[in-house]
């Protein structure tokens, strides 16, 4: 709940005074979306990682 207001809070500044709820909205939309995000790019990022390390073993015992 405390994100949704933060979000919430920051699109309204974003917008500006004129913008009335508009900022809010963006604001609230910005958090959700980064709720539902950040886990996949998460798991993206693991993976790429794993995948790395991977690679680079299998380099080493290919020269060894």
Request: aromatic share 10%.
């Amino acid at each position: 709940m405390l994100g949704k207001l933060a979000g919430a809070w920051i699109g309204e500044k974003v917008a500006g005074p004129t913008r009335g709820a508009r900022g809010a909205i963006l604001g609230y939309g910005a958090a959700a979306l980064a709720r539902r995000s950040v886990p996949t790019f998460a798991a993206i990022a693991l993976g790429g990682w794993a995948f790395r390390k991977w690679r680079e073993r299998r380099a080493r015992r290919a020269t060894a």
